[in-house]
Each structure stands twice: as structure tokens, then as C-alpha cells.
């Protein structure tokens, strides 16, 4: 059952260096605070997850806290390429960075294996591209019924899955709404969950096209208003376009990033800057 509490006890009690952690958000409500507060405690050896790694891989990565990713794109939405990221895997600054590389159809798909309890997933969408050749958790399996060949790829089950939602009950029922990603499978096949949220409320209203992750699914509700900024959360609050493009300079540069991240990381507990 989730019990509220405070994100940097979430964080502290929940996340372990070496672990594999996916921070899900597509867009909208990504957990940019829970990652800040990952960077703050500076956990290490990560293997980070993420179906469209943005600005807050970028510095996750940069900040040093993975060893590895698995993604189907990354990038600065709208603006160009995450620099820490590229760094990390031309240079090996400010540590090596290890890629898997997956299409958006596998990575969902791992994820709803993960969510129902199966060993991996099968589809048809890396057939007559050069993924396979590149990525060993792509492989080629026989149906047993027609014959065809089809592509397996193995189930993700992140030791942590992080998300952030518009509310919570008392009770650590959350609720989200808006635009959605892969939130509800990845904390489905996850080992534990932190979810961060807008408000806790005392009772969960009804919301059109909503949906609800039971308490008995959540390890951990925090209260952080704001906690998805720079994306927006639907009914609370909008995408601040501008911090995407302000982030471009700061991610190029090396010296930039580290004053950066001193400055709005390390030395400004709670920043959403």
C-alpha cells in the first residue's frame, strides 16, 4: 500500500545505486523533480529507462548518475540534441555511457510485458530494419501457429518506476488524466514506485478519460506541486516552452552544465529551475 511522504525520503528509502529506474511521462507530467532530487542525492550506476529520454535525462546523465540507457529516442523536444547525452556516449564524460536502443512499439510493448507478469513480448515492427543487428534484446522467434517470424524482445521490470500525476487521495490512490504515456504499465512491472503529485486531495473526483493507479500498486505518494515543470500537467499547469530552449547553451557546455548544477541542483533543495 503507498504511503505519503516527503520526495527526498522517497528517493532515499526506494532508489539504490545500480539500480534500474524508468521515468515515465510523454510530454506531459514527466517527473522532472524526481529526477532532480535523484541528481541531488547523486545516485549512482543507474540504468535509466525512458521511452523519449528529454532535458531531464540529458541531466541525469550529465550529472553522472547512469552507467546505462534504454530509450527509443532521445532529444530536446523542439529545440535539437540532448548535448550531455551525446557527450556521454562520444566522450565518456563525465562517465561511459552504455545504449540500448529500442523503436517506441518495442519499448511499450516490453512494458506491458513487464506489467503482465511474461518473460517478453512479441511483435512485428523490427522486421526490414538494422536495430536487430545492433540491439542483442531483439530477437527473432517462430509462431508456433503460422509460422511466421516474428521479433521477441525481453520484458522490462525496473527495480523503481517514477512518475508524477495530477492528484493523490490520502489513501495513495492517484489519479492522471491529459496526455499519457506508458505511466500505468511501468509502475505496473515495476519492483516499487515513487509517484510524485500536483495535490493530495481527500477524495479522488472523477475525471473524463482519467485514470487510476490503486494504492496497492504505489510504494510512495510525494506532494510536489510543480513537479513536472518544465512539461505541464494537465489542469495545473503549462509547457514553459522557453526552458526548453534555454536549456540548448547550458547542455552544450561542459563548465555551463557544472555551474548549473550547482547552482539549481546541489545548492537549491526543492529547485524546479
Not at 523536444?77 to 566522450?91: E, K, M
Request: with cysteine.
Amino acid at each position: 500500500m503507498a504511503t505519503i511522504t516527503s520526495l527526498a525520503d522517497a528517493v532515499a528509502e526506494l532508489i539504490n545505486d545500480g539500480d534500474m529506474v524508468a521515468l515515465e511521462g510523454f510530454t506531459h507530467l514527466i517527473p522532472v523533480a524526481a529526477g532532480r532530487e535523484i541528481i541531488r542525492q547523486r545516485k549512482r550506476d543507474l540504468t535509466l529507462v525512458r521511452m523519449t529520454p528529454d532535458i531531464i535525462y540529458d541531466q541525469l546523465i550529465g550529472a553522472g548518475c547512469a552507467r546505462k540507457l534504454v530509450f527509443s529516442w532521445g532529444g530536446n523536444p523542439g529545440v535539437g540534441s540532448l548535448h550531455r547525452f551525446r557527450d556521454a556516449v562520444q566522450n565518456a564524460w563525465p562517465v561511459p555511457l552504455e545504449i540500448e536502443e529500442h523503436s517506441h512499439a518495442g519499448m511499450a510493448n516490453r512494458y506491458v510485458a513487464g506489467a503482465s507478469g511474461l518473460p517478453f513480448a512479441v511483435l512485428r515492427g523490427y522486421r526490414g530494419t538494422d536495430l536487430p543487428t545492433v540491439t542483442d534484446t531483439i530477437k527473432p522467434i517462430v509462431c508456433p501457429f503460422t509460422g511466421e517470424t516474428l521479433t521477441a524482445v525481453p520484458a522490462i521490470n525496473p527495480d523503481v518506476t517514477v512518475v508524477h500525476a495530477q492528484r493523490a487521495d490520502r489513501q495513495g490512490n492517484v489519479q492522471l488524466w491529459g496526455l499519457l504515456g506508458v505511466q500505468k504499465e511501468a509502475v505496473l512491472a515495476a519492483k516499487r514506485s515513487i509517484v510524485t503529485v500536483e495535490e493530495v486531495v481527500d477524495t479522488l473526483e472523477p475525471v473524463p478519460g482519467g485514470i487510476v493507479l490503486p494504492s496497492w500498486v504505489v510504494t510512495r505518494v510525494a506532494e510536489v506541486p510543480g513537479g513536472a515543470h518544465p512539461s505541464y500537467a494537465q489542469g495545473y499547469s503549462e509547457r514553459d516552452n522557453a526552458y526548453y530552449a534555454a536549456w540548448d547553451p547550458i547542455g552544450r557546455d561542459r563548465d555551463a552544465f557544472a555551474d548549473w548544477l550547482d547552482e539549481k541542483v546541489y545548492q537549491n533543495s526543492g529547485s524546479i529551475a
